[in-house]
Every structure is written in structure tokens, then in C-alpha cells.
């Protein structure tokens, strides 16, 4: 059993900003995740969804954002904060959490193709981080509605804002295939129940 706790305390100091600018972000994407993975009934999946590895994982894909240099967000690290996702699943992958660190890397944005890694010379390993699993794909969805700015904590985005930044997201790519704002738009049909 993880303890994701545990595992946030060993690189989070509690009483520091960056602590609780990491866990507002988190246990709102867990939360957000969870509401989603138990609202999906209508995709009729083989297997049930793991709501226990969704929430831990939520918890935990921003764990290498620390080693970035944000200050904004109380960051002081050496690495660009695009890195963080891949950092985030060697630290991961280091105390035997590698299904939970694919998810670190995975869910950037509406995640990296190695194609845009190459064309956009990005200081990422050159190798698809794309989400592969529906819980994946889930995490990385629900993410991109929180904000880790401390003026926006727990503060849900529209879908429309969203789907405007991953929009821009394109603009600035150089690549005209798997696009972030149609990765993300193929989410919205999938997991927001039409009412």
C-alpha cells in the first residue's frame, strides 16, 4: 500500500508555500480525477478503472516540480519546468512507484509526442510521453483544469479556457500532428457526460 504522505514529505517541507501550493494543486486534481473515473460508466470498459491508483497517482504527478526553476510557484531548482514530468518518474521509478511515475511523465500538457520533443529541440529524453492508460489519460485531463499560480489555487477552469490553452500550446509547436488542443478535445467527448 502507498503512502502518498510518506512519499510528498521526503521532498515537501509542510509550513513552506511551495508545500502547499504542491498540495492544493494535488488533492485538487485527485479529487477532480476520482469524480471523473467514477462517472464513466457509459464507456462500458473491460476492466474496472483503479480509483485507488488514480487518486494516489493524482497525488503524486507533480512530485518533481521541485527540481524545476519556477519561482513563481516557490521553485528553485536548475531544470526548465518542462522537465518535470520526466523527473518526476525517475524519482518515482527510484523507490519502486513505476507505474505512478509513467504518469508524472505522461501528463504535460495533453502529453508530448517525441516528434515535438525533436522538432522543438524540448531538454526532454526524445521518446513519446503521451498517456497511454485510461487512468492516465484521466490524471492528465483533470490537471489541466487547476492552476498551480497561488492566485488561482482551487480555482476550477472552464472547459473553454482549457481548450484555449491548449490551443496556444499548438501555436507555439512546430509540429502540425497530435495536436494538444484535439488530444484534449478527444478527452472532453470521452469523459464529460453530456447532461
Request: aromatic fraction near 10%; charged fraction near 25%.
Amino acid at each position: 500500500m502507498m503512502d502518498t504522505q510518506y512519499i510528498i514529505k521526503q521532498y515537501y517541507k509542510q509550513g513552506t508555500k511551495l508545500y502547499d501550493i504542491f498540495m492544493d494543486h494535488a488533492e485538487c486534481v485527485a479529487k477532480k480525477s476520482v469524480e471523473i473515473a467514477s462517472n464513466i460508466s457509459h464507456l462500458n470498459l473491460e476492466k474496472p478503472i483503479n480509483i485507488e491508483f488514480i487518486f494516489d497517482a493524482a497525488m503524486l504527478h507533480d512530485i518533481g516540480i521541485f527540481l524545476t526553476d519556477s519561482p513563481s510557484i516557490y521553485c528553485m531548482g536548475k531544470y526548465p519546468y518542462v522537465c518535470h514530468g520526466f523527473l518526476g518518474r525517475e524519482l518515482l521509478d527510484t523507490i519502486g512507484f513505476s507505474s505512478h511515475g509513467l504518469v508524472c511523465e505522461r501528463h504535460t500538457g495533453a502529453g508530448i509526442t517525441a516528434e515535438n520533443i525533436k522538432v522543438n529541440n524540448l531538454p526532454l529524453p526524445c521518446r513519446d510521453m503521451l498517456p497511454v492508460t485510461i487512468e492516465e489519460e484521466i490524471i492528465c485531463f483533470a490537471d489541466k483544469f487547476y492552476s498551480k499560480k497561488p492566485k488561482w489555487a482551487g480555482v476550477e477552469k472552464s472547459l473553454e479556457h482549457i481548450v484555449k490553452e491548449m490551443e496556444k500550446l499548438d501555436k507555439i509547436s512546430n509540429s502540425k500532428e497530435n495536436l494538444q488542443s484535439e488530444r484534449f478535445a478527444g478527452w472532453i467527448k470521452k469523459f464529460v457526460v453530456q447532461q
